[in-house]
């Protein structure tokens, strides 16, 4: 069974290096794995997949827990990091007949994203 971990973590190359090199040197095989900006800078959301291979994840979250660039971790399921990720936006397709045709558009539909 594959299992999903969050952690709130320092925004540096080092934090992903140290994570992912935890989780290798425990044993557990990490199925996918990514970082991204939070909104603050200085802050970033990884993700990451890992097989439950009957040894409990509970052991693996506790130890990242004691790094010193993770603020906090959690096991969520997939729904909700489905949720989390999606972004939520719809695009139109337009025939364009110039360059600055697309670049007006794309303004006036960015205004009416950022207004809802």
Known sequence: ???MLLALVNNQPETLMRVT?????????????????????SFAYLTAKIKD???GIEQIIDQ???????HKVE??????LYKRE????????????SNKE????????RKKVENN
């Open 1 to 3: 069974m594959d299992r």
């Open 21 to 41: 090199g935890l989780i290798r040197r425990r044993g557990y095989i990490m199925k996918k794995i990514s970082m991204v900006e939070a909104s603050d800078s």
């Open 53 to 55: 291979e009957n040894r």
């Open 64 to 70: 990242i827990k004691k790094l010193v660039d993770v």
């Open 75 to 80: 096991e969520i399921n997939h729904k909700s």
């Open 86 to 97: 999606t972004p939520l936006f719809s695009s139109k397709t337009y025939k364009l007949k």
């Open 102 to 109: 697309g670049v007006d558009i794309m303004h006036t539909d």
